[in-house]
């Protein structure tokens, strides 16, 4: 079994800085981790992703780490903008796009 | 391309109703699956399907009914709603190895 765990709820940061979201995962087996972006009222959205023969993927201004040997993964967004307030799930993927979620983490841009 | 679409996008049943929630994609993905996310909690898989004629069970499947008749459609049928099933349910398609899923706009049914 895989558990997926992003320990903040809720991250407020300034426009233009740095924003840092976090997870943790439980079982290394799984190879394949995905975030992904929700506005309210509407379905998931596929932001990045990782496989773990990386550490790193960039696509623009996001950025996703994976620290195998602590089993947690990160996305950093830089610039942030306020376009980017939404709800944040890291999810770890199995065979056949099944994928177990986090929580989620509402990220806030204040400009 | 429509992508994944659901209907209903809204509903409310009585306890003890039943309905099928429709989900249909045009992208011609192998990969549909079903999930339901709870205020404070990530969304969970109930049940998915690897291709026509193929379905199985996912994290909470008790009360849902899927079936796969064709590689477009994978409905999700609730026998008899329970207040419990009160949720918003996402349908995903995707190509399966390590790719993304993609989601539909969700059906918020609220049981009462």
């Known amino acids: 079994d895989q558990q997926v765990k992003q320990n903040s709820p809720s991250l407020s940061v300034q426009e233009g800085r740095i924003s840092i979201l976090n997870c943790d995962y439980t079982?290394?087996?799984?190879?394949?981790f995905l975030w992904y972006k929700k506005y309210p009222a509407e379905g998931p959205t596929f932001l990045i992703s990782?496989?773990?023969?990386?550490d790193k993927n960039e696509d623009g201004r996001f950025t996703v780490f994976l620290n195998k040997s602590a089993k947690h993964l990160s996305l950093h967004i830089v610039p942030s903008q306020p376009g980017d307030s939404a709800v944040y799930f890291c999810?770890?993927?199995?065979?056949?796009?099944?994928?177990?979620f986090g929580a989620g983490t509402i990220l806030r841009v204040k400009s | 391309n429509a992508g994944v679409t659901q209907t209903p996008k809204f509903q409310v049943l009585k306890t003890g109703q039943s309905m099928t929630l429709q989900c249909a994609q045009d992208?011609?993905?192998?990969?549909m699956s079903w999930y339901r996310q709870d205020p404070g909690m990530g969304l969970r898989l109930i049940h998915y399907?690897?291709?026509?004629?193929?379905?199985d069970q996912g994290e909470v499947p008790n009360g849902y009914n899927v079936s796969r008749s064709t590689t477009e459609d994978f409905p999700l049928r609730l026998l008899s709603a329970a207040p419990s099933q009160t949720s918003v349910y996402f349908c995903?398609?995707?190509?399966?190895?390590?790719?993304?899923?993609?989601f539909g706009q969700g059906t918020r049914l609220t049981v009462v």
């Open positions: 995903a398609s995707g190509l399966g190895g390590n790719t993304e899923a993609f």
């Open positions: 079982n290394s087996m799984f190879d394949y």
């Open positions: 990782i496989s773990s023969i990386k």
């Open positions: 999810a770890s993927a199995e065979y056949g796009n099944k994928l177990v």
């Open positions: 992208m011609n993905h192998e990969y």
């Open positions: 399907s690897v291709g026509a004629g193929i379905t």
